[in-house]
């Protein structure tokens, strides 16, 4: 049926690091642990989430420390473990993982200049485009939905990920992918239909109310 919902998908920012404090690009699975704002996001947003989405089936999380814990705070509220996804993982940024931006403009100025002009298609050394990014979401996606045909699932992920997940589900050009602002410690919650998508609500942090 036209109408018949595959997959409700609600999807959770892990909270805060040191990492985005200091705006460091981070694509390892040793990703810091949440500091205290991150801590006090995964807290509310928990709580949030299981008042506005009370019965869910299943919660996923990607495997750097950021997500585990965060998902341990949204797994406290429902009662309910969580299952460890290791492909729902941020973009690859290769040579400039670790760094700050301002540290990325000083050593790599010209591969910077690259990435702004070619958005897309360029990738630093050791990384993976935007467009293999947003092909590797795509299909990571469809793959759980596929796994979890009309259930409500939360998955605990990197902000760059859930921007992925709106272009793909809405068809964004890929060139504005990058003005879809996604905070730390968010929800964004996605239904998939069989030929059509609803984006329900994105970014929602109750820390900004």
């Known amino acids: 049926m ?26 390892k699975e040793s990703h810091p642990p949440l500091n205290e704002q991150g801590q006090e996001e995964s807290e509310l947003i928990a709580k949030w989430i299981v008042r506005r989405s009370p019965q869910i089936d299943y919660i996923y999380t990607g495997s750097s420390l950021s997500c585990i ?3 341990q705070y949204i797994a406290k509220e429902y009662d309910m473990d969580f299952v460890i996804k290791p492909e729902l993982k941020n973009q690859e940024f290769g ?13 790599f100025p010209n591969q910077l200049q690259k990435y702004h002009d070619l958005t897309s298609s360029y990738a630093p050394e050791g990384g993976e485009t935007l467009l293999e990014f947003d092909a ?21 992920t990197h902000s760059n990920f859930i921007r992925a997940a ?9 060139e504005n992918q990058n003005r879809v602002f996604i905070s730390t410690g968010s929800a964004t919650q996605i239904s998939y239909f069989k030929d059509w998508n609803i984006l329900r609500y994105a970014g929602h942090n109750p820390l900004s109310l």
């Open 2 to 27: 036209l109408f018949k919902r595959k997959c409700k998908i609600t999807f959770i920012a892990h909270g805060s690091t040191l990492y985005t404090e200091e705006n460091r690009i981070c694509d």
């Open 69 to 71: 814990q965060t998902a």
């Open 95 to 107: 040579c400039w993982k670790g760094l700050s931006y301002d540290e990325i403009e000083k050593r």
């Open 136 to 156: 590797r979401v795509e299909e990571t996606i469809n793959n759980i939905i596929e796994e979890n045909i009309s259930k409500r699932i939360i998955i605990v």
């Open 166 to 174: 709106i272009r793909n589900a809405l068809e964004i050009p890929i």
